[in-house]
């Protein structure tokens, strides 16, 4: 009984909900199935849509907002390392 139990039959409203192989995991469906690559395209994917909505976001920011994120190490239009992953390099533009 509970949540995840596969053997347990759920209702909703009064309605049986049937079971299925997928997960909803911070806003990116991940199916039992995939392989990993698949999952690395979608969670890149959302990954981008965020960096988008950042850049759209910074872009309606005055200089002085944005420019004590950037340090002397971090040249202009790259993420700074402390707003993402320090292996990856994402330039805007």
Request: hydrophobic share 35%; net charge positive.
């Amino acid at each position: 009984m509970g949540w995840d139990n596969p053997k347990h039959k759920y209702r909703l409203d009064g309605e049986w909900i049937e079971s299925s192989p997928e997960e909803k995991d911070s806003g990116v469906l991940v199916v039992k199935k995939l392989n990993m690559s698949w999952q690395r395209a979608l969670a890149a994917q959302k990954a981008n849509h965020i960096l988008g909505c950042i850049k759209r976001s910074a872009a309606s920011r005055s200089r002085e907002v944005i420019l004590p994120l950037c340090s002397g190490e971090t040249p202009p239009g790259e993420v700074h390392p402390g707003l993402g992953h320090p292996n990856i390099r994402r330039i805007w533009t």
